[in-house]
């Protein structure tokens, strides 16, 4: 998955050191992101490459976390005539680079950037919010309130039934990809009452032996992801689809799954897990 950048070390610890020549620069408009691509994958620019043309970056940059015991940090200022081997583009890059651990580092970074650029004013006093200097969070020093970074948890869901499991394509999304169940948690319910009520409110099924298999942090849109597996618990597994959320949903034998690996996400190793499985 793409968080899992073994034998490289991630290490987000709030630890603002200045940054070293080696540093790297991350940098981001909208939802376009500094980089280079090469036949190796993808680079990012670093602050020798860019501090000799323009000074205020080694003053003005915000630490985010280390891979490698090497720097990422966010700055807010990069005039892009003076770095033109490197290019504006869409973060779906981080999904299908083979720089493992720079896609990750790219996408981590484009959520923290999220954070900071819609986290400027606090929301209870509409003061402007400060840095704080020994973890990562936002400090109004008018009213004291504190702001962290969110993440939203969300389930995926693998229902299935002796040797079938039901795969789903989305509605109106541009990629027309099998993917299992999946939803945000709500206030108030468990993670295993989540997945009941996902699945009966996307394709209306009642399913039991709900049981953990592993999570994910998912960037891409500030969740952390909670994959479960579960059974159908009666019926023949008729679907009733919400055609709001879903553009078909149908059960599939394990040895008919028309699903290939992929590196990014939980959602595909859940699929080939259940597929390959004896």
């Known amino acids: 998955m793409i968080h899992e950048i073994a034998p490289s070390k991630f290490c987000n610890a709030y630890n603002v050191v200045p940054p070293k020549p080696t540093s790297f620069v991350l940098y981001y408009i909208e939802n376009l992101s500094l980089v280079k691509s090469t036949s190796q994958g993808i680079e990012f620019v670093q602050f020798k490459d860019l501090g000799k043309y323009c000074q205020d970056i080694w003053e003005n940059w915000t630490y985010l976390f ?7 940090y966010l700055v ?12 504006m583009e869409s973060i779906d890059i981080f999904r299908n680079s083979s720089s493992h651990k720079q896609a990750f580092a790219g996408i981590t970074g484009y959520q923290l950037y999220r954070w900071y650029k819609c986290n400027k004013y606090c929301s209870t006093c509409s003061s402007t ?30 229902v299935t039934h002796g040797n079938r ?5 989305y509605a109106n999304r541009y990629r027309n990809r099998y993917a299992l169940l999946a939803g ?5 319910e468990s993670l295993e009452e989540a997945v009941k009520r996902e699945v009966m409110e996307e394709v209306g099924l009642h399913v039991t032996n709900v049981r953990y298999y592993k999570s994910q942090p998912w ?3 500030d969740s952390i992801l909670m994959g ?22 149908r059960w599939f034998d394990r040895e008919d799954i028309p699903v290939k690996p992929s590196r990014d996400s939980l959602t595909n190793e859940m699929i080939m897990y259940f597929k390959n499985a004896q």
């Open 66 to 72: 280390s891979v490698d015991g090497e720097g990422y």
């Open 76 to 87: 807010d200022n990069v005039d892009l005539e003076k770095v033109a081997d490197f290019e």
């Open 129 to 158: 919010l400060i840095k704080d200097d020994k973890e990562r969070m936002l400090l109004c020093k008018e009213c004291n309130q504190m702001v962290y970074p969110r993440l939203n948890p969300a389930v995926i869901i693998g």
């Open 165 to 169: 499991i039901l795969l789903s394509q």
């Open 184 to 188: 945000f948690v709500e206030v108030g």
């Open 219 to 221: 960037p891409f849109t």
């Open 228 to 249: 479960f597996y579960c059974d159908l618990a009666d019926g023949n597994g008729e679907v009733t689809l919400d055609k709001e959320e879903l553009a078909l949903a």
